[in-house]
């Protein structure tokens, strides 16, 4: 007998996500606008659409403003929240000024987002209170991530306590997320009640990668556990190492008895279009992958394994990946077991590369290892580790050269005297602090896209002329006509 029929309700990683899962942020506002105003009519409970790490990919890379991006796809979506997603600092690798931290979220306000979802690599509340009272100060709601990981230290008991603690915040949502991909259907079905009863009624969301190709049936275990809201992206933008299909996941819950409340007729030609988009650009295509059990021992990300991979093949040790894997089992469990996210899961693949290219363990540290066993990325980090690999780092000439460095605390006066001038706005301000001045001209001069999606006429008349329901395709521009019949 199905259970009775419940609504489950999606927010849209189409835009974000998608794109920094399998398309290494490569995603463009041309490619956006041209379906913007039909995903706001699906009826999402919001959309993502940056986070910090775009800001220079879109500047240096893309030559594409990213504050017009979030401008004029507001104009598009008037309806659904957009969403930023931010992480302890603006910067993964670098400790951020408070107030330059203060003014990226009242100008990304000021051009449209209307929440912002946080996260902290170590789920710390301290951190949690902080990002939630500088969002609200720039007047965004906060959905907290209670970041998934597995760890001896990482239990029921463990995430009964952070979520009771995001709960006691003024949140919009809490979301039981799982950026690596390690959650097993055992697992979800045993986490999500726990997470519910701590929440203490405040709405939860799931959110999950297909990294070990369970995250539809994570899903669906979620839903059925009692999470009513789903993160989804389009295909081809979904699966891979990103999040499940929005399509999947509303055939199945369907399946199961629940209610699906979007659109989702209505979002078939967006994928089609980002489809499009992926065909011409060259772009990879997301697609299920085939369950991977050492995935649950090393944790590594997948890209992370990528430029692994990469990088010791340009140094002809390309066969030694599976080494550095299984290195990472042992420096995450010395490390304290650190959730593997940006910027830890870069701290502890680094450290693995290092260890197995020389071969002598923690012959070579980085500066970002030193500051974390320092404890300046977070006390409970430093305090977690393994006191003897703690204490070899810290005994070397590099950490006490570091030992009085302290985060930077630029104020917003002395930002502008190094990067502003007159006339520099203060969106204008921001791209330079991600960039540089000469990044951000170079974008500025670039020539303008066309809004098309797919970079070309070539590319919307033959995909126009797939279409099967099309029986005449008229096209007009000041300097063309075309007419198909």
Same mark, same amino acid.
Request: with cysteine; glycine share 8%; net charge negative.
């Given at each position: 007998?199905?259970?009775?029929?419940?609504?489950?309700?999606?927010?849209?990683? %189409?835009?974000?996500?998608?794109?920094?899962?399998?398309?290494?942020?490569?995603?463009?506002?041309?490619?956006?606008?041209?379906?913007?105003?039909?995903?706001?009519?699906?009826?999402?409970?919001?959309?993502?659409?940056?986070? !910090?790490?775009?800001?220079? &990919?879109?500047?240096?890379?893309?030559?594409?403003?990213?504050?017009?991006?979030?401008?004029?796809?507001?104009?598009?979506?008037?309806?659904?929240?957009?969403?930023?997603?931010?992480?302890?600092?603006?910067?993964?690798?670098?400790?951020?000024?408070?107030?330059?931290?203060?003014?990226?979220?009242?100008?990304?306000?000021?051009?449209?987002?209307?929440?912002?979802?946080?996260?902290?690599?170590?789920?710390?509340?301290?951190?949690?209170?902080?990002?939630?009272?500088?969002?609200?100060?720039?007047?965004?709601?906060?959905?907290?991530?209670?970041?998934?990981?597995?760890?001896?230290?990482?239990?029921?008991? @463990?995430?009964?306590?952070?979520?009771?603690?995001? =709960?006691?915040?003024?949140?919009?949502?809490?979301?039981? &997320?799982?950026?690596?991909?390690?959650?097993?259907?055992?697992?979800?079905?045993?986490?999500?009640?726990?997470?519910?009863?701590?929440?203490?009624?405040?709405?939860?969301?799931?959110?999950?990668?297909?990294? !070990?190709?369970?995250?539809?049936?994570?899903?669906?275990?979620?839903?059925?556990?009692?999470?009513?809201?789903?993160? =989804?992206?389009?295909?081809?933008?979904?699966?891979?190492?990103?999040?499940?299909?929005?399509?999947?996941?509303?055939?199945?819950?369907?399946?199961?008895?629940?209610?699906?409340?979007?659109?989702?007729?209505?979002?078939?030609?967006?994928?089609?279009?980002?489809?499009?988009?992926?065909?011409?650009?060259?772009?990879?295509?997301?697609?299920?992958?085939?369950?991977?059990?050492?995935?649950?021992?090393?944790?590594?990300?997948?890209?992370?394994?990528?430029?692994?991979?990469?990088?010791?093949?340009?140094?002809?040790?390309?066969?030694?990946?599976?080494?550095?894997?299984?290195?990472?089992?042992?420096?995450?469990?010395?490390?304290?077991?650190?959730?593997?996210?940006?910027?830890? !899961?870069?701290?502890?693949?680094?450290?693995?590369?290092?260890?197995?290219?020389?071969?002598?363990?923690?012959?070579?540290?980085?500066?970002?290892?030193?500051?974390?066993?320092?404890?300046?990325?977070?006390?409970?980090?430093?305090?977690?580790?393994?006191?003897?690999?703690?204490?070899?780092?810290?005994?070397?000439?590099?950490?006490?050269?570091?030992?009085?460095?302290?985060?930077?605390?630029?104020?917003?006066?002395?930002?502008?005297?190094?990067?502003?001038?007159?006339?520099?706005?203060?969106?204008?301000?921001?791209?330079? @602090?991600?960039?540089?001045?000469?990044?951000?001209?170079?974008?500025?001069?670039?020539?303008?896209?066309?809004?098309?999606?797919?970079?070309?006429?070539?590319?919307?008349? &033959?995909?126009? %002329?797939?279409?099967?329901?099309?029986?005449?395709?008229?096209?007009?521009?000041?300097?063309?006509?075309?007419?198909?019949?």
């Amino acid at each position: 007998m199905l259970p009775a029929m419940k609504e489950i309700h999606f927010v849209d990683t %189409t835009l974000r996500d998608g794109p920094s899962s399998l398309w290494a942020m490569g995603i463009r506002t041309d490619m956006i606008l041209p379906v913007a105003a039909q995903m706001d009519e699906a009826g999402f409970l919001g959309m993502e659409i940056i986070a !910090s790490a775009f800001f220079k &990919k879109c500047v240096r890379e893309l030559k594409d403003d990213p504050w017009a991006r979030v401008r004029r796809v507001k104009e598009r979506v008037p309806k659904t929240p957009l969403r930023l997603i931010r992480n302890r600092y603006m910067a993964a690798f670098q400790h951020t000024p408070e107030a330059v931290q203060q003014l990226w979220l009242e100008r990304l306000a000021a051009n449209g987002i209307s929440e912002a979802r946080t996260s902290d690599p170590s789920n710390t509340p301290a951190v949690w209170a902080e990002q939630v009272r500088t969002a609200t100060a720039a007047g965004l709601d906060t959905i907290v991530n209670l970041i998934f990981s597995v760890s001896p230290k990482h239990t029921d008991e @463990y995430y009964a306590e952070r979520t009771r603690e995001a =709960a006691r915040l003024p949140v919009k949502r809490i979301c039981l &997320k799982d950026p690596g991909g390690l959650l097993t259907p055992d697992r979800t079905r045993s986490l999500a009640p726990v997470v519910l009863a701590n929440a203490g009624g405040i709405p939860v969301e799931f959110h999950t990668h297909c990294n !070990s190709g369970l995250g539809p049936l994570c899903t669906l275990d979620a839903i059925e556990a009692g999470i009513p809201i789903i993160n =989804a992206a389009l295909p081809p933008l979904s699966d891979g190492s990103s999040n499940p299909s929005l399509f999947n996941i509303t055939r199945n819950a369907r399946a199961l008895g629940y209610t699906p409340i979007i659109d989702e007729e209505g979002l078939r030609p967006v994928s089609e279009h980002f489809t499009r988009v992926a065909k011409e650009e060259g772009f990879p295509i997301g697609e299920p992958l085939h369950y991977d059990a050492y995935h649950f021992e090393h944790q590594v990300p997948g890209g992370m394994i990528s430029n692994l991979r990469h990088q010791l093949a340009n140094i002809g040790m390309g066969a030694r990946l599976g080494e550095v894997l299984e290195e990472a089992c042992r420096v995450r469990e010395e490390f304290g077991y650190p959730i593997m996210v940006t910027p830890y !899961s870069q701290f502890v693949g680094s450290q693995c590369a290092i260890n197995v290219i020389l071969g002598k363990r923690y012959e070579q540290v980085t500066d970002e290892v030193i500051q974390y066993a320092m404890g300046l990325w977070g006390e409970e980090e430093a305090s977690s580790m393994d006191p003897d690999v703690r204490g070899r780092i810290l005994d070397r000439p590099r950490a006490r050269e570091l030992r009085s460095w302290r985060p930077p605390d630029t104020s917003l006066k002395e930002l502008r005297e190094k990067v502003g001038g007159p006339g520099v706005s203060d969106d204008d301000l921001l791209l330079r @602090y991600f960039t540089s001045e000469e990044d951000v001209r170079a974008m500025q001069q670039a020539p303008a896209r066309s809004g098309n999606g797919g970079g070309n006429l070539v590319g919307l008349i &033959k995909s126009l %002329t797939e279409r099967s329901e099309a029986k005449q395709i008229f096209i007009r521009r000041p300097d063309l006509s075309v007419r198909l019949g």
